[in-house]
């Protein structure tokens, strides 16, 4: 193998390996071409810098050099503007206890984002049983995680995607149409 040949290979193996390393607005590019892609099951998480790089076959993670409020704001716009799906959200049950002087800058973090999410349909879970729920969901669905350099624990914020036309009451009455009809 030549030269250029084995540094294409190693630069192949690294962005697979690593993920892929976005400049501060082209992870929105990025999420707007996916998300007519992504449907129901599919998760969009939004994580700080010390998220480990999971191996689950479905699961992507991108580079965002931005702010992680503004990503999980541009995260929430684009999903108000997708007919094909609609978020859960998950929050780390630990964010809530994480003290100030342990991590400086928690309280205001965790204000903004109460703010930011107000309204919107969240449930908080321990950590471990998010990513649990990640890794089972990764061997089927696609997972696409947006890293920040966020340097506070506990600060993730997870999507699960549901669909955006229909819902558990529909799907209900569809169950007891099909089961009244035999």
């Not at 630069?11 to 400049?23: E, Q, V, W």
């Not at 082209?26 to 071409?33: I, K, R, Y």
Request: proline share 4%; net charge neutral.
């Amino acid at each position: 193998m030549n030269k250029k040949a084995k540094h294409l290979s190693l630069l192949a193996l690294f962005t697979f390996m690593a993920g892929t390393i976005l400049a501060a607005d082209s992870w929105q590019t990025e999420l707007h071409q996916q998300l007519p892609l992504l449907g129901h099951r599919n998760w969009i998480v939004v994580v700080d810098s010390a998220y480990p790089l999971q191996t689950a076959p479905g699961i992507e993670t991108i580079c965002a050099n931005a702010d992680e409020l503004n990503v999980v704001k541009g995260v929430l716009a684009e999903l108000a503007r997708a007919k094909n799906v609609k978020p859960q959200i998950y929050l780390d049950a630990e964010l809530k206890y994480v003290a100030e002087t342990n991590a400086p800058g928690i309280s205001a973090y965790r204000d903004a984002l109460e703010a930011i999410l107000a309204g919107k349909p969240t449930q908080r879970l321990l950590h471990d049983q998010i990513i649990s729920k990640l890794n089972e969901a990764g061997q089927t669905f696609k997972i696409l995680i947006i890293k920040t350099p966020q340097a506070k624990p506990y600060t993730s914020v997870f999507f699960q995607l549901e669909c955006g036309y229909w819902n558990a009451t529909a799907e209900k009455q569809l169950r007891d149409a099909m089961q009244a009809a035999q």
